[in-house]
């Protein structure tokens, strides 16, 4: 019994070192372009908030409409067609970096002035940046970093 209970320990002893390491890729994965989607239960009342956002959709289809936003693409989906288990609102969060924050407030506000987070543009250390629901709750935000600032 005790040569039974010393091979059961020795081989639970050894058996990391029988595991097989596989080194890291030296090549990074390849990718094409970054995106991310939002869940929306209204596509017509979606896509009017995004155009005036971002402007016209680089896709526009009845359950899907996309933007090129710096470089990424953001889709807005049906939750109908897409995504019919989803929980409504804060499905994501998108962070859009600007170069003006206070331009962008101003902007957003002039969209939606009911659906903005705060009064204002909020600094933290070298970070500032502000958020805004979308008509289904999404909330997206928006900042810039002030590269003199250190925290």
């Known amino acids: 019994m005790k040569s039974k209970r010393l091979t059961y320990?020795?081989?639970l002893f050894t058996f990391p070192?029988?595991?097989?390491?596989?080194?890291?890729?030296a090549e990074p994965v390849s990718t094409d372009r970054f995106g991310l989607y939002v869940v929306v239960e209204?596509?017509?009342?979606?896509?009017l908030f995004y155009e005036q956002l971002f402007g016209d959709p680089e896709i526009q289809l009845p359950s899907l409409v996309g933007f090129d936003v710096a470089g990424g693409?953001?889709?807005?989906?049906?939750?109908?067609?897409?995504?019919?288990?989803?929980?409504q609102g804060d499905t994501m969060r998108a962070y859009i970096k600007v170069s003006d924050i206070e331009d962008t407030f101003?902007?957003?506000r002039a969209i939606?002035?009911?659906?903005?987070?705060?009064?204002?543009?909020?600094?933290?250390?070298?970070?500032?940046?502000?958020?805004?629901?979308?008509?289904?709750?999404n909330v997206?935000?928006?900042f810039a970093i002030d590269a003199g600032v250190s925290q």
Not at 17 to 25: E, R
Not at 42 to 47: K, L
């Open 42 to 47: 209204n596509m017509d009342r979606a896509t």
């Open 17 to 25: 070192f029988c595991l097989t390491v596989v080194p890291a890729s």
């Open 140 to 142: 997206l935000e928006f």
């Open 106 to 108: 101003e902007r957003v």
């Open 112 to 137: 939606a002035p009911n659906r903005l987070e705060s009064a204002a543009v909020i600094v933290e250390g070298p970070f500032r940046f502000f958020r805004v629901s979308d008509p289904d709750d």
């Open 73 to 87: 693409f953001y889709a807005v989906v049906s939750r109908e067609i897409y995504a019919a288990d989803a929980i």
């Open 9 to 11: 320990y020795f081989g």
